[in-house]
C-alpha cells in the first residue's frame, strides 16, 4: 500500500493499483489467520488496527475500480500506516520480553526504534515487489511513460540507504556505548545476513536496475528487481528477527 501511494495514479495501470489491492488484501487475510490460530493473546488494539488495515485495502480497491484517483492514494497511505500500527501492536510485546531476557537497553525510547524497524520492513519489502511488478506492465502497455517505473526504483534506493544507516550505523552505535554480552555469538550470523543480503547485494542490484531504467531496458531491470526482491524479503525477515530479540533498529 506504501509503494501504491508513491507515484501518480495517472501514470500507473488500472491493473497494477488493482494488483497492489489483491495482495495487501490477501496478506492481511493471511496475518489475520496467523493471529487467531497462533498467538494465544491478541490485544483489542491489534485486531483494531488490522481490521481498519484490510478496511482500507478494500476501500482502495474499489476506489482504484471506479477510477476514483485521489481516493485510492488516500486509501493507500491509511492501508500502509494502519498495517505498521497493527504489526507495532503484535510485535512490541514480545520484544520488550525479548529485550529483558537478553538484558538489552537501547539508547532512546525502545519503542521509537521498534517503530523505524517496521516502517523500514514495511516500505522495502512494498516496494521493491511493486517496482518489480510495474516493470510487467510496460510488455502489455506501450503507453506507459517511465516515470512511475523511475520513481519507484528512485523511491527504493533511498529507503535503502536510509535503512543502511540505521541498521548498521546506529545499530553499531548502541553497542558500542552500552555493550551487549555474547551480542557477536548469539545473533552474529543473523546480523551478517541482514547486511550483507539484505542491503548490500540488493543495493547493487537496485543500482543496475536504475541504469537499465535510464536506457529503458524494462525487462532487464524488472529482471533484476526479481532477485533483489527475494535477497530483500530474506533480509527484511532477519531485520524482524533481530528488531523482535534485541530491539535495536536492524
Not at 27 to 37: P, Q, Y
Not at 49 to 62: F, I, K, P, Q, W
Request: charged share 10%; proline share 4%.
Amino acid at each position: 500500500m506504501l509503494a501504491a501511494a508513491v507515484p501518480s495514479p495517472r501514470t500507473v495501470t488500472l491493473n497494477w493499483l488493482r494488483l497492489a489491492g489483491i495482495i495487501a488484501l490477501s496478506c492481511a487475510g493471511v496475518g489475520l489467520f496467523v493471529m487467531g490460530r497462533e498467538i494465544p493473546s491478541v490485544s483489542m488494539t491489534a485486531w483494531v488496527l488490522c481490521g481498519g488495515a484490510a478496511s482500507a485495502v478494500m476501500l482502495e480497491l474499489a476506489a482504484s475500480q471506479t477510477g476514483k484517483l485521489a481516493a485510492t492514494r488516500v486509501c493507500a497511505v491509511a492501508g500502509g500506516l494502519l498495517s505498521i500500527g497493527a504489526a507495532y501492536a503484535l510485535v512490541r510485546p514480545a520484544s520488550l520480553a525479548a529485550m529483558a531476557d537478553a538484558r538489552v537497553n537501547p539508547i532512546g525510547p525502545e519503542w521509537l526504534w521498534l517503530a523505524v524497524s517496521l516502517v523500514g520492513v514495511a516500505a522495502m519489502s512494498g516496494l521493491v515487489l511493486m517496482t518489480m511488478l510495474i516493470g510487467h506492465a510496460y510488455l502489455t502497455e506501450s503507453n506507459l511513460t517511465m516515470a512511475p517505473f523511475r520513481r519507484l526504483n528512485g523511491t527504493l534506493a533511498a529507503c535503502m540507504i536510509v535503512r543502511a544507516v540505521v541498521a548498521v550505523g546506529a545499530t553499531m552505535l548502541m553497542v558500542e556505548l552500552r555493550p551487549i554480552e555474547g551480542f557477536w555469538l548469539r545473533w552474529g550470523f543473523n546480523i551478517f545476513v541482514r547486511w550483507f543480503v539484505g542491503l548490500l547485494v540488493p543495493g547493487v542490484f537496485v543500482y543496475m536496475a536504475h541504469d537499465c531504467i535510464k536506457r529503458r531496458s524494462n525487462q532487464s531491470a524488472t529482471g533484476i528487481l526479481y532477485v533483489a526482491s527475494v535477497l530483500i524479503f530474506i533480509g527484511e525477515i532477519c531485520a524482524l528477527s533481530l528488531v523482535t530479540a534485541t530491539g535495536l533498529p536492524f
